[in-house]
């Protein structure tokens, strides 16, 4: 599990509020992505980053806005969200994209009051 | 129609029970296929992996591919309480992102 971390683990923000989440991985990997994780759903694939360049953004509204300054780190800037985008994010990152292992870190749970 | 379906659950079931964990898909290019598990309060990591058709064991789990009905299982016996987690299939394309199901929460009762 310490091969990616996740800061914080918990954060609770309103809705005018700006935050960030931080992920950091050291397994040498190449790709980083962000995924949130809500109750029953599929795990929802919002970027990817591969070597430092993002490849996808999945119609994620411009409230979020992932930075990766390089291949060990990603953050997530949070700004003006909404209720229901209360759920757990999830950093993982994998030497290669496609069909590459992806290893997870611990999540953020995040809420939105 | 979703690209990946998995029933939620929960599923419980007594120590000891075979357990079986299933995911269907629409992707015919859908070649490699993962099981993940996820304990609460953690991330997934990975299971088994497999490519394309067939069966792969690891100890007590057993992983089957049937390209042909695009339907996937996840078998686990003897099954011990340490099993409890919620365990994620997923699959991709060759040079596509991966595709995750919903994930199936599974409680080994003692």
């Known amino acids: 599990e310490t091969g990616v971390t996740q800061t914080p683990r918990h954060l609770v923000m309103g809705m005018t509020n700006k935050k960030s989440l931080k992920c950091e991985q050291h397994?040498?990997?190449?790709?980083m992505y962000w995924y949130k994780q809500s109750a029953k759903k599929p795990l929802e694939l919002m970027f990817v980053?591969?070597?430092?360049?993002?490849?996808e953004n999945n119609s994620v509204p411009s409230r979020f806005s992932p930075e990766c300054p390089n291949s060990s780190h990603l953050f997530l800037h949070l700004h003006t969200l909404q209720p229901e985008d209360s759920a757990l994010y999830l950093c993982?990152?994998?030497?290669?994209?496609?069909?590459?292992?992806?290893?997870f870190g611990p999540g953020t749970r995040l809420t939105v009051l | 129609q979703k690209e990946v379906e998995q029933d939620p659950g929960p599923l419980s079931v007594p120590e000891g029970a075979i357990v079986s964990l299933n995911c269907t898909y629409s992707?015919?290019?859908?070649?490699?296929f993962m099981w993940y598990r996820q304990y609460s309060r953690k991330g997934p990591e990975l299971l088994m992996y497999?490519?394309?058709?067939g069966n792969k064991e690891d100890g007590r789990f057993t992983a089957q591919v049937d390209k042909s009905s695009k339907y996937i299982s996840l078998f686990i016996r003897d099954s011990q309480p340490s099993d409890s987690a919620t365990y994620l299939c997923?699959?991709?394309?060759?040079?596509?992102?991966?595709?995750f199901g919903a994930g199936t929460r599974l409680t080994v009762k003692p």
């Open positions: 993982a990152s994998s030497q290669g994209t496609g069909a590459d292992t992806q290893y």
């Open positions: 497999t490519y394309s058709s």
């Open positions: 997923a699959m991709s394309a060759p040079r596509n992102d991966m595709r």
């Open positions: 980053y591969n070597f430092k360049e993002q490849t």
């Open positions: 992707n015919s290019a859908f070649q490699y």
């Open positions: 397994l040498g990997h190449n790709a």
